[in-house]
């Protein structure tokens, strides 16, 4: 297999919208839960993107962690790298940016290296290498007062100079409104002054399409998922549109299927009553829960009474005057940490009685249950809801398996249910 494209992606939620965004571009792709094994048994693939945790540890552990990526990414054939970071560029002046990319340039032997964290669907933009989060810059957005990664200027020409060894310098929309031509000619001044890495402005999808031309004649490439979608873009182009996208997902498993709901979010609360309506659904009696491992057994052995029939869905879910009172109780990381464990618990179980389907609900819940089951990483396939793809499990073993992870506020009413019509 030789890859178009290696993605490293300094957090998991980051990777996911990433894979996501590719996909929909027409890459297929795969999303790794950290460096893979070398013996890694992928699909036919475009592209793969590796999670890292990366983002807010010390940045000689970054370094390593993101070269160790690329070396595997390289070694599958990758051509292009793209260091994926936040859209919102969360990294303080002792951040880990710079380091990376000054690491991933030496490796790539670029002499410049194109940098964008622009991804307009979202409302980041970058004007004169000053990063817009809607209407304001960065430095008066909510990012100021970012509790891991304030952000107090908005040039990142500036931000990033600070966090690199080399010489930063920008590419503005005037010159990229000219052309690939007029980018690529601006790109060869810098380098020829001795700037190693260029912010590149970026305000409509047809400025990242012209990045992402131009990108490709590097080795190596930051930014989000926006120099992600240019970047998918032009290598689509030609391409006939991914049929084999949804192809390689929607074949079906069959057999058992369960919901998990750990999220006590509004939307989640809804889309449980919903299911209701459709399934059998228990509710978790949570204090029972934090007191031992009883309850989710008892769980477990209502669910296979039932998973021969259809799908059930197990909700730990509550409204937020019982969040607080259980909170108020055990601590929030205690009962979180316990209800997590319990739904890893309860995962794991109806795995070994014959759900290869599983939908998850909640952020943490969903990061619990895919440790627990040693998923190395999925193929993203057809979109149940925006933000939302269908995951067929790799390198899992030989059983298959497909699961929707859903954050808190994703999804319509009737999630559940929409997640497992597209999960066969
Ligand atoms: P979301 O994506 O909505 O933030 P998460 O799974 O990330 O959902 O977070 C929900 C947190 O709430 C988890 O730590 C989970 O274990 C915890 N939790 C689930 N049910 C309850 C409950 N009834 N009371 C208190 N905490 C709960």
Not at 9 to 25: P, V, W
Not at 62 to 86: D, M, N, P, Q, Y
Not at 301 to 325: D, M, Y
């Amino acid at each position: 297999m030789t890859l178009a494209l290696g993605c490293i992606a300094d957090d998991y939620t980051g990777a996911s919208d990433l894979a996501n965004t590719l996909t929909r571009a027409g890459l297929r792709t795969v999303q790794t839960i950290g460096v893979p094994a070398d013996d890694l048994a992928l699909p036919e693939v475009d592209a793969v993107v590796v999670s890292l945790k990366s983002r807010s540890i010390e940045a000689g552990l970054a370094v390593t962690r993101s070269r160790a990526a690329e070396a595997w990414l390289r070694g599958r054939g990758a051509g292009h790298i793209l260091f994926k970071i936040c859209s919102t560029f969360d990294s303080t002046d002792a951040g880990n940016i710079g380091p990376v990319m000054d690491a991933l340039r030496a490796d790539s032997k670029d002499n410049i290296v194109l940098v964008t964290p622009a991804f307009p669907e979202t409302g980041r933009t970058v004007y004169q290498g000053n990063l817009f989060v809607g209407s304001v810059p960065l430095n008066e957005s909510p990012l100021k007062d970012h509790p891991l990664n304030p952000m107090h200027d908005s040039n990142l020409v500036r931000v990033l100079a600070r966090q690199s060894k080399t010489k930063v310098g920008l590419v503005d929309l005037a010159t990229l409104s000219r052309g690939t031509e007029a980018v690529r000619a601006k790109l060869a001044e810098l380098a020829r002054a001795g700037i190693g890495a260029a912010i590149v402005d970026a305000v409509f999808d047809r400025d990242l399409e012209a990045i992402g031309q131009v990108a490709l004649d590097h080795r190596l490439s930051v930014g989000a998922s926006g120099i992600g979608l240019g970047l998918a873009r032009a290598l689509a182009a030609g391409k006939a549109k991914s049929a084999a996208v949804n192809a390689a997902t929607s074949a079906a498993i069959g057999g058992p299927a369960a919901c998990l709901a750990g999220s006590c979010s509004q939307a989640t609360l809804r889309q449980i009553a919903s299911a209701e309506k459709v399934m059998p659904v228990l509710h978790l009696d949570p204090e029972r829960v934090i007191a031992g491992k009883d309850e989710a057994q008892r769980a477990l052995a209502w669910a296979k009474e039932r998973l021969g029939t259809g799908p059930i869905l197990i909700a730990s879910s509550s409204t937020p005057e019982e969040v607080a009172a259980l909170q108020s109780r055990h601590g929030r990381d205690a009962a979180g940490h316990a209800i997590e464990q319990a739904m890893a618990d309860l995962a794991e179980g109806l795995v070994r009685s014959g759900v290869h389907r599983l939908v998850v609900a909640g952020g943490e819940t969903s990061g619990a249950v895919v440790d627990r089951l040693g998923i190395p990483g999925f193929l993203v396939g057809a979109e149940i809801a925006a933000g939302v793809p269908v995951l067929r499990a790799v390198g899992a073993g030989k059983d298959e398996m497909v699961l929707a992870l859903k954050s808190g506020n994703f999804g319509g009413p009737e999630f559940f249910s929409d997640a497992l019509a597209l999960m066969p």
